[in-house]
């Protein structure tokens, strides 16, 4: 399967401050990939889906200024959190749309404490 | 109704029995089928994939689709304490609509 990477894996971070999280495909370029939180013991909440050079199709009720998502290339990806919030805490994980029947290709996920 | 549903579990097998994970999506247009694995902490992986009625079989995996019943399945022989996990169960639609369900929690009892 592809191979994604996204950093930081974990971060911890005050209240108030905005935080970056890069998603990169290492082995393939895809047009599109997708940003999803997991709470603890939840399922998978698709947040967003971006294609490259456009701009990101947020779910409803995902705060669009919040989560600002820059598909800068083929191979990758950003998510950032700004103004951060405790109930912004959570597992984020982004993924590729790859291969030949659509499989996606999720990253490792990041951990974000705000505290 | 939810697109994608299956049973939230637990499901619990002893180790070396047949776990049976069941899926079922409402959307009839659905073309592929994929099932991950998610345990404790980790991002979901993806272990099995289906785009044609029938079973697929990889390894101790197989995958059952049956797109008349709109039901997909994943069957596990020899259940191992490493395949407790979640398994999600996965629905591409169309125009990169993926859906997934809220996965079912597999406990493989020793």
């Known amino acids: 399967g592809a191979v994604v990477s996204q950093h930081p894996s974990w971060v911890i971070c005050k209240s108030g401050t905005s935080v970056k999280i890069e998603c990169r495909s290492l082995?393939?370029?895809?047009?599109?990939m997708f940003w999803y939180r997991q709470f603890p013991k939840q399922s998978l909440m698709l947040m967003a889906t971006s294609n490259e050079g456009s701009k990101a199709t947020y779910e409803q009720g995902v705060e669009k200024d919040k989560f600002l998502i820059n598909h800068a290339s083929l191979t990758l990806s950003t998510l950032t959190v700004t103004s951060a919030h405790p109930e912004d805490s959570s597992f984020y994980i982004c993924s590729y749309l790859a291969g030949n029947y659509n499989e996606q290709f999720f990253g490792p996920g990041t951990r974000l404490t705000v505290l | 109704q939810k697109e994608v549903e299956q049973n939230s579990g637990p499901l619990s097998v002893p180790e070396g029995a047949i776990a049976s994970l069941n899926c079922t999506y409402s959307?009839?247009?659905?073309?592929?089928f994929f099932w991950y694995r998610q345990y404790s902490g980790k991002s979901p992986e993806l272990i099995m994939s289906i785009y044609s009625n029938g079973d697929k079989e990889d390894g101790r995996f197989t995958a059952q689709l049956n797109k008349a019943s709109q039901y997909v399945s994943l069957l596990i022989r020899d259940s191992q304490p490493s395949d407790s996990a979640t398994y999600l169960c996965a629905v591409y639609n169309n125009n990169n609509d993926m859906r997934f369900g809220a996965g079912t929690r597999l406990t493989v009892k020793p």
């Open positions: 082995d393939f370029q895809a047009t599109t």
């Open positions: 959307d009839r247009v659905s073309q592929s």
